[in-house]
Structures are given as structure tokens and as C-alpha cells.
């Protein structure tokens, strides 16, 4: 029997595994709807680590070569038929998250709102930006700069700040600031005192 050689150091994100049963779905919701069974795969294809797509149904028509009329149809099949949960992001129902293997979890009564809080890929286009000409433009403003701590750093703030002067922090009681906190196995050192 022969077997396919796995390339010896595959990255997150570009192997989905799945079961023989999910297969055996699968081909059941090919005879039931090929779209929903094409908008299912190019779903999944884009989960990456997460287990939701945030994408408009616009691009998803674009995606899968299909009307939006028809993305809407095979969308309703698929969450009728338990293969994925629709949440809507913001007010109107263009844009949504597309769950995966998971129902979201919802978080306590906060003035009468529940909220969840999930990571989720997300796509968007070009043609839906407000400033789809400018996109390219090589003068864009680059946008501020996080600072980048290693693990076991701690930030020490300095200087003046931004006026208003703001009261110096008591010595032992500095905030603590956002900040990206980076592997040291991923970044050499080097790179950094170049």
C-alpha cells in the first residue's frame, strides 16, 4: 500500500484532517446541495487554528463562483442541517461569522446584553473597502507601533508622554502596557540588536 510523504515541516494552517465519517457527510450534502457542500469545504479550507470564518456573503458569492441568492439557500441548509452556526456581525446580516465544530459560548447578562468572544479568520475584499483606491498607496501613514516584550520582560515607561503631562507613576507601581508578547524561539535576537 502505498502511502503520500507529508512534507517534513507542514505549516499551521495548511492541512485539515477529517475523519471517514465527515466524508461520508460530506458526500451526503453533495446529493442534497453542491453548493453548500462547495461553500462547507472553502469554509473549513479557511479556518486555519479557529473555528469560524468572518466573511460578507458577497466575497463568499465571489469565492465559490455563485449568485448571493444561491449562497443564502446553501447557507440555510447548512445550519439547518447542524454543519455550521451563522452569528451576525453587527446590525445587518451581510457580514457573519461562520462557525465551525462549535457552538459560541454566550457570557453573563451585562444591562440586559449577552456577548461572545471567539477568534475567527477573517476575510474581507478590496472592492468592499471605502478606500479601495487608496489601498495601494506607497505614502499611507504606517500605523502605530505596539511595543514587543519577550517573555519574563517587564515594560519600564519612560519619558514625557503625550500632552497633556500626565503625574509620573509611583517607583514599584508602573502600568502595565499593552503590548505583543513575542516566543523567544521565534525571533532570533539577532535581529533585534542590528
Do not use: C
Request: aromatic content about 6%; charged content about 25%; overall charge negative.
Amino acid at each position: 500500500m502505498k502511502t503520500m510523504p507529508t512534507p517534513k515541516n507542514p505549516k499551521p494552517g495548511e492541512w485539515v484532517q477529517t475523519e471517514r465519517a465527515a466524508h461520508e457527510a460530506f458526500a451526503a450534502l453533495i446529493g442534497k446541495s453542491p453548493l453548500a457542500a462547495k461553500i462547507m469545504h472553502t469554509l473549513v479550507s479557511r479556518v486555519a487554528d479557529n473555528n469560524a470564518v468572518v466573511i460578507s456573503q458577497g466575497v463568499l458569492a465571489d469565492l465559490v463562483g455563485a449568485t448571493r441568492r444561491g449562497v443564502q439557500k446553501a447557507l440555510e441548509i447548512l445550519e439547518r442541517d447542524r454543519w455550521i452556526e451563522i452569528r451576525q456581525v453587527g446590525d445587518r446580516a451581510t457580514v457573519n461569522a461562520y462557525v465551525v465544530n462549535d457552538r459560541v459560548a454566550w457570557f453573563g447578562d451585562r444591562e440586559g446584553r449577552r456577548y461572545s468572544l471567539f477568534s475567527a479568520t477573517v476575510i474581507v475584499s478590496s472592492q468592499e473597502q471605502a478606500d479601495v483606491d487608496a489601498l495601494d498607496d506607497p505614502h499611507r501613514k504606517p500605523l502605530r507601533k505596539l511595543p514587543m516584550i519577550y517573555p519574563g520582560e517587564r515594560q519600564l515607561p519612560t519619558g514625557d508622554g503625550l500632552p497633556p503631562p500626565s503625574q509620573p507613576s509611583f517607583p514599584g507601581l508602573e502600568p502595565d502596557l499593552p503590548a505583543r508578547n513575542l516566543d523567544h524561539d521565534q525571533y532570533d535576537l539577532e535581529d533585534f540588536t542590528k
